[in-house]
């Protein structure tokens, strides 16, 4: 299946981790944790319309900075979601700098702070000197966003303090069969994105699709997609390797066609793993299989093995593929 969306981490898996997820054709990205994410370029950043906090420790955060700079002179809100205390974590960012000359600018931010039990919001407008509003409190469904093409889903793990799995679901999968589009003597354009669009709002068939100008049914068209299951990744890390954690996070990332873990330690050093709350490179592996994961990616590997990434790899490898 063609993919709808490219992923890749920013950094190597020693640096903090950064999962960068971009919506072919679509202009938007989403960015899961802001560790240092200076080799993003800005056009990159300047796509990202929602960022996924896991937590706060500095190695996952302190590219907030970086990326509010890049968006200050943008339409388009950033949405932020996070764990408890998100909400003060970026007050706190914003209170660090004198904010006198930004009326004229029309960013917003708008953090959702996930807990057990409900979903708490605020918004910081750079025309209102990003003040803190506080906005309306729902309840948490398992659901961070949803929109009519994406769905992130949460789960509330445990790293000594909340932390936040995610995995990212493409509701459907549409892929447009090239050779029907030549029969019809269609071209390839931005025209398409509208016309998946349009799929997924379920529009009635007598719906007018314009193309370059002409006016076409949407009926006519429709047998142009090929719809899928849609495309799902995931992305874990800073969890304690406790059983309650390791099948909630087994619950997350089931079907992922790719989960990007976390293989802090070695199993042999398992000790350390529960005192510092983090994932073994045996667990990650563990729970790739059990989910069954299509491809696992690791990534925040402690500095303590610098130059033995490959045991790290071998071991989450072999519980994973069972020794193959
Ligand atoms: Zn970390
Ligand atoms: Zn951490």
């Not at 997820?21 to 560790?35: Q, T």
């Not at 800005?42 to 907030?64: E, Q």
């Not at 059990?290 to 093995?305: D, E, Q, R, T």
């Amino acid at each position: 299946m063609n993919p709808t969306f490219h992923h890749r981490l920013v950094n190597s898996e020693y640096e903090d981790p950064s999962l960068f997820v971009r919506m072919l054709r679509e202009k938007r990205a989403f960015l899961f944790d802001a560790g240092r994410i200076d080799r993003l370029a800005s056009g990159d950043l300047m796509k990202i319309s929602d960022l996924f906090v896991t937590h706060m420790h500095i190695d996952h955060f302190i590219g907030f900075d970086a990326l509010l700079r890049s968006l200050l002179r943008r339409d388009k809100p950033l949405r932020v979601y996070g764990p408890e205390h998100i909400i003060d974590s970026v007050e706190g960012k914003l209170r660090g700098y004198t904010w006198n000359l930004i009326e004229e600018y029309p960013v917003k931010l708008e953090i959702f702070e996930i807990s057990s039990a409900s979903v708490r919001r605020a918004h910081f407008y750079a025309q209102r000197r990003f003040e803190r509003i506080d906005g309306q409190t729902t309840v948490f469904d398992g659901v961070a966003m949803k929109d009519p093409a994406y769905t992130v889903k949460a789960a509330l793990l445990s790293h000594g303090i909340p932390c936040l799995g995610f995995s990212l679901e493409e509701d459907i999968h549409i892929n447009i069969d090239k050779s029907a589009l030549s029969a019809l003597d269609l071209p390839v354009g931005p025209w398409l994105g509208v016309f998946k669009g349009m799929i997924r709002d379920r529009v009635r068939p007598d719906t007018g699709v314009c193309i370059d100008g002409k006016e076409f049914r949407f009926s006519d068209l429709s047998h142009i997609a090929v719809i899928t299951d849609g495309q799902k990744i995931s992305y874990v890390t800073d969890v304690s390797p406790e059983e309650e954690n390791i099948s909630k996070i087994i619950d997350l990332v089931r079907g992922s066609n790719t989960l990007y873990c976390e293989a802090y330690f070695l199993e042999e050093d398992r000790e350390r793993a529960i005192e510092r709350h983090h994932l073994t490179a045996r667990s990650a592996g563990e729970i790739a299989k059990k989910a069954g994961v299509g491809n696992l990616v690791l990534m925040h590997f402690s500095p303590k093995y610098r130059d033995k990434s490959h045991m790290l790899k071998m071991e989450a490898m072999n519980e994973y593929k069972g020794g193959a």
